[in-house]
C-alpha cells in the first residue's frame, strides 16, 4: 500500500482539518505528491509546511468547492506542480443537527452545495487527467450515507447524492480503467460536530458525543488508502459500517430502530 502510493499525484479537498489533514499527512509519508484544498489558508500553509519539514512533497490550493472556479484552478495547480493527477479524493464536508420539522431548508441547501455539488466541481475537472493516469476518484461519504441519520436529513442527503453521482461515474468510465470509490468512515474524532449546522443555519460549536471513543482521522486516512490499493467500490470501516450495510438488506425496518435509538440518546437530542 504503502509502495502504492509513492510518487502518486492525490488531491485531498478538506485538508486543513481532520481526516483530509490526516489524509494529506499520512499520504505524504508514504511518497504521494500531495496537492491540498481547503478554504482556510493559515491551516493550509502550517500543514504544508509541517509536511515539507519532514520530507513530503505538497502544494496547495485555497479552494471553496462550492465554486466551480475554485474547483478549476485546483485541478490547474495540481497540473501545474506535478504534471497529472492519479487519485482524487472528495473529503470537504460538513454536518448538520436538527430536526426537519425545525430546520431551514438553506441548511439542507448548504449541505448539498458543499458536500454534493462539492464533490461534483471537483470530479468534473480532474476526471480527464484521472482516465489519463487510470486512476482512482474517492467520495468520503459516511455510514450515513447508507442509511438515514435522524437529525442529519441533509447531511444523509447529500451523501446519498455522492453515492449516486459516483457510482454512475464509474458505470460511465467501465472501458477507460477509472477506479471509483465511496468511503465510509463512522463516527471519527474531527472538528465536523463542532463546526455542524443547527436548524437556523448557525454552527453547533460543541460536540454532543464523546469524540475520545471515536476512530481517529489517521486510522481512517489507512483504511482509505487500502480501499485505493485494492480498488474496492465501498469502503467501509468498522462494525457500524459493517453492520448497517449488512443489517440494511436482510431488515432495514430494525436499522431504522437502532438508529433512531441512537440518535435519541445523545444530550439534547433533537429526537426527544
Ligand atoms: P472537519 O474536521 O470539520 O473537516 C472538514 C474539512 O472540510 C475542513 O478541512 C474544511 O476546511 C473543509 N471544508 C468545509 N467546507 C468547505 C468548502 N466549502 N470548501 C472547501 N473545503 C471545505 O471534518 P472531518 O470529520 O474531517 O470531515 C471530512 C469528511 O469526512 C467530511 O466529508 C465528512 O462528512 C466525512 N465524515 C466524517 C465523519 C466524522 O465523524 N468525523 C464521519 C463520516 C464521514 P475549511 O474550513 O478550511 O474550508
Redesign the pocket.
Known amino acids: 500500500m504503502k509502495k502504492y502510493l509513492n510518487g502518486k499525484v492525490i488531491i485531498v ?10 489524509m494529506a499527512r499520512e499520504y505524504a509519508k508514504m511518497g504521494a505528491k500531495v496537492v491540498m ?4 489558508e493559515d ?2 500553509q502550517r500543514i504544508s509546511t509541517e509536511i515539507i519539514a519532514q520530507g513530503g512533497e505538497v502544494v496547495y490550493s485555497v ?5 466551480e472556479e ?1 474547483c478549476k484552478q485546483l485541478i490547474n495547480r495540481a497540473v501545474e506542480a506535478f504534471g497529472g493527477i492519479d487519485i482524487l479524493i ?6 448538520m443537527r436538527a430536526l426537519f420539522d425545525d430546520c431551514d431548508l438553506k441548511v439542507l441547501h448548504r449541505l448539498m ?3 454534493f455539488w ?1 464533490t461534483v466541481n471537483c470530479t468534473k475537472y480532474a476526471l480527464s487527467w484521472i482516465q489519463k493516469s487510470k486512476g482512482s476518484i474517492v467520495g ?6 447508507i442509511h438515514g441519520l435522524p437529525g442529519r436529513t441533509g ?1 444523509s442527503a447529500s ?1 446519498y447524492a455522492m453515492t449516486g453521482f459516483l457510482d454512475t461515474i464509474r458505470v460511465e468510465n467501465l472501458k477507460k480503467g477509472v477506479h471509483v470509490m465511496t468511503a ?12 455542524a449546522l443547527t436548524a437556523d443555519g448557525s454552527q453547533q460549536g460543541d460536540t454532543p458525543r464523546n469524540e475520545s471513543k ?2 481517529t ?1 489517521e486510522e ?1 486516512a489507512h483504511i482509505v488508502a487500502r480501499g485505493i490499493h485494492r480498488r474496492k467500490r465501498l469502503c467501509l470501516m468498522e462494525w457500524e459500517g459493517r453492520a448497517t450495510h449488512f443489517l440494511k438488506k436482510i431488515c432495514p425496518a430494525f436499522v431504522d430502530r437502532m438508529f433512531y435509538a441512537m440518535m435519541a440518546k445523545e444530550p439534547d437530542s433533537p429526537l426527544k
Do not use: H, Q, W
Not at 484544498?37 to 482556510?40: E, L, P, V
Not at 479552494?63 to 465554486?67: A, G, K, T
Not at 465510509?184 to 463546526?195: D, H, K, L, Y
Open positions: 479537498t478538506g485538508a486543513s482539518s481532520g481526516i483530509g489533514e490526516a484544498a481547503a478554504r482556510r491551516e493550509l479552494c471553496d468547492v462550492v465554486s475554485d472528495c473529503n470537504a464536508g460538513l454536518s452545495d458543499v458536500n462539492g468520503i461519504s459516511s455510514v450515513a450515507g447531511y451523501k465510509c468512515p463512522g463516527f471519527t474524532a474531527s472538528n465536523v460536530r463542532f463546526s471515536m476512530m482521522p481512517v
